[in-house]
């Protein structure tokens, strides 16, 4: 049983160029959620999705945005990049909504962007 | 989000036991005590989670204080693949906290 995927693993872009990682879940499970980790930092929520629609969001510009397919995989898009977006950006899947709240997410090994 | 407080760092010998601990004094009463680890150039890994009983998988144990405002990780037989930064989150129920909010852990370096 495959994990989480994330493709590419490294990846260098300039300033004010767009770059676009993608995600495919756990087997079964349907929600994707994406986290961006600068170095010595936790990871911070960026966005999940469900049902092919953005649930939540946390506190990161416009320029990023994302999408869900219906096959559940995901893509995470950045605009106009800065060098502040240099980071490990990490996927994350869990299974369908259940009860007790206690659902864990799975993570992938992330995307490691460099802007320079 | 309620908010978690660790020790930047710890230290300890393989083979020994671990007790990683983190204070939640603000934890409401439906918050549940999760804990992630991240080894090095990897993403994140659950460990355990509970509400407010101690709770024991084959990876870690959980000690939870009576009053929920402090939790202990415990690693029973810290092995150098146990070095990783562990994190301390707080999860709200079904429907009101889907995200993870991360501080930035404990470093455990495991010494052989």
């Known amino acids: 049983d495959a994990g989480v995927t994330q493709s590419p693993t490294h990846l260098i872009k300039t300033r004010g160029q767009q770059v676009t990682l993608r995600c495919s879940p756990k087997s079964g499970h349907d929600t994707v959620s994406w986290y961006q980790q600068a170095l010595g930092q936790g990871p911070q929520f960026i966005f999940q999705y469900y049902e092919e629609e953005e649930r939540q969001r946390g506190n990161f510009p416009d320029r990023f945005s994302g999408h869900q397919f219906p096959n559940y995989s995901s893509e995470l898009n950045v605009n106009a990049l800065l060098l502040g977006d240099s980071a490990l950006y990490l996927c994350?899947?869990?299974?369908?909504?259940?009860?007790?709240?206690?659902?864990?997410?799975?993570f992938g090994p992330g995307t490691r962007l460099l802007v320079l | 989000d309620a908010k978690t407080t660790q020790p930047n760092s710890m230290e300890s010998n393989e083979e020994e036991p671990v007790h990683l601990p983190c204070n939640h004094s603000?934890?409401?009463?439906?918050?549940?005590i999760h804990w992630y680890r991240q080894l090095p150039s990897q993403g994140p890994e659950y460990v355990i989670h509970?509400?407010?009983s101690n709770v024991n998988n084959r990876m870690a144990s959980l000690a939870i204080a009576e009053d929920r405002k402090s939790s202990t990780l415990i690693l029973h037989r810290a092995t150098l693949r146990d070095a990783a930064v562990y994190y301390c989150?707080?999860?709200?129920?079904?429907?009101?906290?889907?995200?993870?909010?991360f501080g930035k852990g404990t470093l455990l370096t495991v010494n052989p």
């Open positions: 603000t934890i409401s009463g439906t918050d549940y």
């Open positions: 994350a899947s869990r299974k369908p909504r259940t009860s007790g709240g206690t659902e864990t997410q799975y």
């Open positions: 509970g509400l407010t």
């Open positions: 989150i707080l999860r709200g129920r079904l429907g009101s906290n889907y995200k993870l909010t």
